[in-house]
C-alpha cells in the first residue's frame, strides 16, 4: 500500500521501535514454530531502494541516520553514499516512476551486490533477520548484470582464478588480466565469460547472506529468485 514498507510515505524508524520490532518478530515466528510451520522465511530484495538521493527521503533518510542503528549491527555510517552502489549497466536509467507507481513520486534505484557499501547493508539486515529468530530468507531479483569498477575488479580475479595464463591467451587472445574488461553482446568468449561471472557473483552473494545468518542459526538458508 501506499502507507506500507514500500510506498510513498515512509517513516523512519527511532532505535527503540526497532528493537520492539525485533522483540514482536522474534515471539511471532517463535508462536508460529510452536504451532508446528517447520519454517518461518521474510523477503529481502538484494538490489532494490526506493527513495530520493536528492532530497534524501525514504532509504537515503535512514542512510543519513545510519550511526542510529548501530545497535543492530550496522556500525559506523560508510564513507560512500549509497546512491553512488547503484549499478551502471548500459542503458539502464534511474526509474523516476510516474502516478500509477506505488511509489511515486520517490525514485526507484538498482544496487549492485558486488558494492561493497551496500553488501554491508545486506548482511547487517541478514543478521537481524536471523536474529529475529527466522529459519532463512527469500531473496528476490537475483539478476545482477553490472559494469561498475567493483564488477571489473572481481571479474578480472575471477578470470585470474578460472584460466591459467596459456588458457587465457588462447581464449582472449591475452595473458594479462589487467588488460581484460567485462564483454558485451558480440565479444565471443568474452561475453560468455561476464555472463559467467553474473551467475557465479549471484550465487556468491547467497552465500555471504547464508553465512551471515548462520553465525546465530546454523541451519540458515536462502531461497532465490
Known amino acids: 500500500t501506499k502507507e506500507g514498507y514500500s510506498g510513498n510515505k515512509p517513516r523512519l524508524l527511532s532505535a527503540a521501535e526497532v528493537g520492539a520490532k525485533i522483540n514482536e518478530l522474534q515471539q511471532y515466528v517463535a508462536d508460529l514454530h510452536r504451532a508446528g510451520v517447520d519454517w518461518v522465511i521474510p523477503y ?3 538490489k532494490a531502494v526506493i527513495g530520493d538521493h536528492l532530497n534524501r527521503t525514504g532509504f537515503f533518510e535512514f542512510f543519513d541516520h545510519w550511526e542510529r542503528f548501530a545497535e543492530f549491527g550496522f556500525g559506523p555510517r560508510p564513507a560512500e553514499d549509497m546512491a553512488l552502489a547503484q549499478t551502471i549497466y548500459p542503458f539502464r536509467r534511474m526509474n523516476y516512476g510516474n502516478k500509477q507507481h506505488h511509489f511515486y513520486p520517490l525514485r526507484l534505484y538498482q544496487m549492485c551486490g558486488n558494492n561493497p557499501t551496500w553488501r554491508r547493508y545486506l548482511l547487517a539486515v541478514t543478521a537481524n533477520i536471523a536474529r529475529c529468530g527466522y529459519d ?3 531473496v528476490d531479483e537475483m539478476d545482477l548484470r553490472d559494469y561498475c569498477p567493483h564488477d571489473q575488479a572481481k571479474f578480472r580475479a575471477y578470470l ?12 582472449f ?3 594479462d588480466v589487467e588488460s581484460l574488461g567485462m564483454g558485451y553482446p558480440g565479444d565471443g568468449a568474452l561475453w560468455y565469460d561476464t555472463q559467467a561471472f553474473w551467475s557465479w557473483t549471484n550465487a556468491d552473494l547467497l552465500r555471504a547472506i547464508r553465512d551471515e545468518g ?11 529468485n
Open 44 to 46: 529481502i530484495n538484494n
Open 160 to 171: 585470474a582464478q578460472k584460466y591459467t595464463d596459456a588458457e587465457r591467451r588462447r581464449r
Open 173 to 175: 587472445g591475452r595473458a
Open 214 to 224: 548462520r553465525k546465530r542459526n546454523p541451519n540458515f538458508f536462502v531461497i532465490p
Open 136 to 138: 532463512g530468507t527469500f
